[in-house]
């Protein structure tokens, strides 16, 4: 190693540690490299450290150094990291990625249309600038109720609509593609109580037809790798804030308002409170945001912790917050 070579990761390159075993997160390829603790603490050390390799192999002895020597290839090789002559040009802070939006994203569910004013609803929605918003529908709907919900957010600042539907005889591969093609913001859709299976995936939509029957908000809470979020943003802002809650309202089936429709807890009704009145004055409602997976037992000690999806309602022990997610299997 020459003097004058120092050892960077990839600006899109993190390392997280856990108890037993550390990963290396690459956003930019979509991928997670387990490596033990020895090498976290390493190229953590020569980093933080600022000194060039040479000068912080000086404090080792030559088999350590030989060690330290094969680690760094292995980012290398992997394409983790590189080596620099100027790191200057290469700051090691990686500092939260703030957003000034106060709600990210809503989820709205109906079972009856008539249950609450539902365009009232999305209008208040929009007030508050939220850009992504799911629509569950837990009962059977025609196609062109579902398509006058949908149009309702053309020529709206919201980016992104997801869609939960039930299957019935109105609803086939012809109507649903139909439907998600013909609008501006309908992302994806997933059909329910299927008698077939299949997932569609395009470049601008997302179309999948289950078998399984999701009939209320109980439909939720699991934790899994496959709903693991693989972006720079939302890892730096799951350091800081909940994975699941933070940026999040609900109304739930009945007109509840709530962090999430699985929620007991309420913040009234939307028949007579207004969604942007609770979020800037009501203290309670993001107090949840703020039960990050370092405060959550068993999880704060998982080397996926800042990827990982979470749930605060369905838990292994219902009488503590902080208690690990019931639908977690995974052992760190």
């Not at 000034?100 to 994203?105: A, E, K, S, Y």
């Not at 569609?200 to 289950?210: C, G, L, R, S």
């Not at 370092?294 to 292994?316: F, G, M, T």
């Amino acid at each position: 190693m020459k003097k004058n070579e120092y050892l960077r990761l990839h600006s899109e390159v993190y390392l997280t540690k856990g108890k037993n075993k550390s990963v290396l997160v690459d956003f930019n390829r979509k991928r997670i490299e387990y490596i033990p603790n020895d090498m976290y603490t390493i190229i953590n050390s020569i980093i933080d450290s600022n000194k060039s390799i040479y000068e912080f192999l000086l404090y080792y002895n030559s088999s350590d150094c030989e060690i330290i020597k094969e680690y760094i290839e292995y980012v290398i090789d992997n394409e983790f990291g590189f080596i620099t002559k100027t790191p200057k040009l290469f700051p090691v802070e990686k500092g939260l990625i703030c957003t000034n939006l106060d709600i990210t994203n809503a989820i709205v569910d109906i079972e009856k249309m008539e249950s609450y004013n539902i365009f009232d609803t999305f209008d208040q929605i929009l007030e508050l600038k939220c850009p992504h918003l799911e629509i569950r529908f837990y009962s059977p709907i025609k196609m062109s109720e579902i398509k006058r919900v949908i149009e309702y957010f053309d020529n709206t600042l919201l980016r992104s609509l997801h869609i939960l539907i039930q299957f019935n005889n109105d609803v086939n591969e012809i109507s649903v593609t139909k439907l998600i093609e013909s609008t501006q913001k309908l992302c994806s859709v997933i059909i329910s109580n299927s008698p077939k299976k299949s997932i569609v995936e395009k470049e601008y939509y997302y179309i999948e037809w289950t078998s399984q029957p999701i009939l209320d908000e109980t439909h939720c809470g699991f934790v899994h790798q496959s709903y693991f979020s693989m972006t720079q943003k939302s890892y730096l802002i799951n350091q800081e804030y909940n994975s699941c809650l933070y940026g999040k309202i609900s109304v739930d089936k009945k007109g509840m308002i709530k962090n999430c429709p699985s929620m007991k807890s309420n913040f009234g009704s939307i028949k007579n409170r207004n969604l942007k009145e609770i979020v800037e004055n009501d203290k309670l409602f993001k107090k949840v945001w703020y039960l990050k997976k370092d405060l959550i037992n068993i999880c704060k000690s998982c080397e996926l912790r800042y990827i990982c999806s979470d749930c605060r309602v369905y838990l292994e022990n219902p009488n503590d917050v902080y208690s690990k997610p019931l639908n977690c299997n995974y052992v760190p």
